[in-house]
């Protein structure tokens, strides 16, 4: 395997802190910048800290590091998620597209996430993009239904947010009678903002 960056790269390209550890196991080397280092070292549950730098994309507003407790969020690292939150960083941060981390967490099933997420007060009735966007839990049913993660639990997803009041658009049927359960047996949503 070559030289450089390039696994670190792939690791992230492929959302799986395996991969990359694989590729390194392999042979791979990865000639890490600081960014890039205490961002795995943050994945690896390692520390929380991470120096001063841009965002790796334009459009994650805020210009500070809130996008990684999304990012996190999504991958389900639930106790990495909850050391970031422990040292300080905001559960409702924006990161990439405009979403908090329990939309990127819902969107992925990943319902460890979501509960934590929920008990650190994260906001239900948050639209991303607009007045008019999906809330977390029309991210999950949504994502649910449209190129889904194949590792997400959308049904202990959908229960968490469904139990503590989360509003949808959303109606039965989405595919899953799990899921359809859920919401044909859940109170009418309170009014959104």
């Not at 990127?104 to 099933?109: H, L, V």
Request: charged content about 20%.
């Amino acid at each position: 395997m070559g030289q450089g960056a390039a696994p670190a790269r792939a690791g992230r390209a492929l959302r799986h802190l395996a991969a990359y550890d694989l590729l390194v196991a392999r042979g791979a080397v990865a000639e890490l910048d600081e960014v890039d280092a205490a961002v795995l070292a943050i994945a690896r549950g390692e520390s929380v800290h991470l120096p001063e730098a841009p965002p790796p994309a334009l459009g994650i507003p805020g210009g500070g590091y809130g996008w990684i407790v999304g990012q996190l969020a999504g991958l389900g690292r639930t106790h990495v998620v909850q050391a970031l939150l422990d040292s300080g960083m905001p559960v409702d941060t924006r990161g990439w597209s405009n979403f908090t981390p329990l939309e990127q967490a819902a969107m992925n099933g990943r319902a460890d996430t979501v509960r934590l997420l929920i008990s650190r007060g994260a906001d239900l009735n948050d639209c991303a993009f607009s007045d008019d966007g999906p809330t977390p839990l029309d991210c999950a049913i949504w994502k649910l239904q449209n190129n889904h993660a194949d590792d997400g639990d959308y049904p202990g997803t959908v229960e968490a947010l469904v139990a503590a009041g989360a509003p949808t658009r959303h109606d039965p049927p989405t595919g899953d009678s799990t899921v359809d359960a859920l919401l044909t047996d859940k109170e009418p949503p309170t009014q959104r903002r």
